[in-house]
């Protein structure tokens, strides 16, 4: 946790986001760290594109909105480039993993006789 602990502090730092968005990224990082955990895995250098899929899979199957799945996506994949700039990790497997669609709503169009009490 030292290694998540030194991200959140680059993140204050470095690239000066607010503490709202720090206090956001930790909470998605450290789901992310207790799912990699129920798989025994609590090395960073052992996560693999596999294990980011099963936990966006995870998240789906509890119903979170595709919106939330791609922003955790988009947190992991924040962390593991900073790990990769330090040398910790080798490969960004994060990168390769693709967030899910989000559904494009379409805009609501006035009705004729809307139109014409408006003008």
Do not use: C, G, H, Q
């Not at 379409?106 to 006789?113: Q, R």
Request: no cysteine; hydrophobic share 35%.
């Amino acid at each position: 946790m030292n290694l998540l602990s030194d991200f959140l502090k680059y993140l204050k730092l470095k690239k000066n986001l607010s503490p709202y968005t720090i206090r956001n990224y930790s909470s998605d990082l450290n789901d992310f760290y207790m799912y990699a955990k129920k798989k025994n895995i609590s090395d960073e250098k052992k996560i693999t594109k596999i294990i980011i899929r099963e936990y966006l899979s995870s998240l789906i199957e509890k119903n979170y909105k595709k919106k939330s799945i791609a922003r955790k996506l988009s947190v992991i994949r924040s962390y593991f480039r900073y790990l990769k700039t330090k040398k910790i990790i080798k490969e960004n497997y994060a990168e390769l993993v693709y967030a899910p669609k989000s559904a494009k709503i379409l805009p609501i169009i006035i009705e004729k006789k809307e139109m014409s009490k408006l003008l």
